[in-house]
């Protein structure tokens, strides 16, 4: 393993005159912030290749510092609008950084759910921001370093009336999770007709201990 990037942007808070909502106000989303808000997002994968960092070290940002209230007031911005969280996981002895990226203002961004895992072999990544492509490299000592683009058609956890040769969006994921939630429940975790359960209350409190870290050693 050389590293893994997680990230999640969105670019609806760039504009100023938005009202402010909860996410602006520790009294209702807590001094996380955009952690918060998108932390579970990035970190929900590697937790479950169970990648939990030992070190954690932030770079957290409160851009716009006051917004409308809908009323006619200004009314500050509390919590962080932009987060890099960086760790270092222990890996079997073979440590290797980690990073989480949290963005509420990532210019042009609409909702990008990506991660990259680089290694010395191979590298894989893939990003919402274009649901059809999938990335792979592959490297042998000496040779070329050429990222492979393979087009995905509708595959899903679990099968749909949808043929393969159609795209997967949201609303798909939306019911295939669901369907996992279902499955567990009906079947339990061991007998579910397939791996991927939805996200466990263990995951969820580990991304709070990375996120409360990442409060505490902010820059």
């Not at 969105?10 to 402010?20: E, Q, T």
Request: with cysteine.
């Amino acid at each position: 393993m050389i590293s893994v990037r997680c990230r999640f942007l969105h670019a609806s808070d760039l504009d100023m005159n938005k009202p402010i909502n909860w996410k602006r106000t520790r009294e209702r989303n807590g001094d996380y912030g955009c952690l918060g808000d998108l932390g579970l997002h990035v970190m929900h994968l590697p937790l479950r290749f169970g990648w939990e960092p030992t070190r954690i070290m932030a770079q957290l940002s409160n851009i716009v510092r006051e917004r409308p209230d809908g009323d006619g007031n200004m009314v500050p911005c509390e919590t962080w609008d932009n987060a890099s969280v960086h760790g270092m996981v222990d890996g079997h002895g073979e440590p290797f950084p980690i990073t989480f990226e949290t963005k509420r203002i990532a210019p042009g961004e609409t909702n990008s759910w990506e991660i990259e895992i680089d290694g010395t072999e191979r590298s894989v990544a893939y990003t919402t921001k274009y649901p059809k492509t999938y990335r792979q490299l592959d490297y042998t000592s000496g040779g070329p370093q050429d990222w492979k683009h393979r087009d995905l058609g509708y595959t899903s956890a679990y099968r749909a009336i949808t043929a393969g040769i159609f795209e997967f969006g949201f609303s798909d994921a939306l019911l295939q999770m669901w369907a996992a939630f279902l499955d567990e429940l009906v079947h339990g975790r061991e007998g579910m007709t397939q791996p991927f359960h939805c996200a466990t209350p263990e995951e969820t409190a580990a991304s709070h201990r990375i996120m409360t870290a990442a409060l505490r050693n902010a820059l």
